[in-house]
């Protein structure tokens, strides 16, 4: 079981070794999360700019005055990383101390299982494909080996 932070475990299923983060965010705070993630030893970040609606997409409509209409996209980015099981929750916790306003709109955070995770240059697969130079596993390798 993974324990959180908070003390509580969560299990996750389908059960990987590997997850994949990703957080659709305010554009906004994207330099804040990245650098509080390099921080605590995330060295793989894939962002993307995207657009969507979700319960604020309305609340621009209405401002405007008119009805909600599902044109009117807002301008977000997905922030993508894929970390070891044990290491989720410590990037979940703080995408959402860096990223929250605590008003509408602040985006949301899906958890998607990875089957592996293969380096290109090497071939390498497994944790040996995950794992990078001056991460967080090379971070807390003294404390909690990988
Ligand atoms: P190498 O050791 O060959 O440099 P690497 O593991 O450091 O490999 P890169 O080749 O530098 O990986 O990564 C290429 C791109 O892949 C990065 O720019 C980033 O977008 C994405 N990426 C790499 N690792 C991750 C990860 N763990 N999570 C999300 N995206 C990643
Ligand atoms: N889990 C990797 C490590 O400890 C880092 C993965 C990442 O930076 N996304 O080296």
């Given at each position: 079981p993974i324990v959180r932070a908070s003390g509580s475990s969560v299990d996750y299923l389908?059960?990987?070794?590997f997850y994949k983060v990703e957080a659709i965010l305010r554009p906004w705070r994207i330099q804040h999360v990245s650098s509080a993630l390099l921080k605590m030893g995330i060295r793989g970040v894939t962002v993307s700019d995207v657009r969507g609606f979700g319960a604020q997409g309305g609340l621009t409509e209405r401002q405007a005055g008119s009805e909600f209409s599902e044109d009117k996209f807002v301008a977000k980015v997905k922030m993508e990383i894929v970390v070891s099981k044990d290491q989720v929750e410590a990037v979940i916790e703080k995408i959402i101390e860096v990223a929250?306003?605590?008003?509408?709109?602040d985006g949301k955070i899906f958890l998607v299982p990875v089957a592996d995770v293969i380096r290109v240059r090497t071939g390498e697969r497994g944790f040996s494909g995950e794992r990078m130079k001056g991460g967080r596993a090379d971070m807390f390798s003294n404390k909690s080996p990988a």
């Open positions: 389908p059960d990987a070794n929250r306003t605590g008003e509408i709109g």
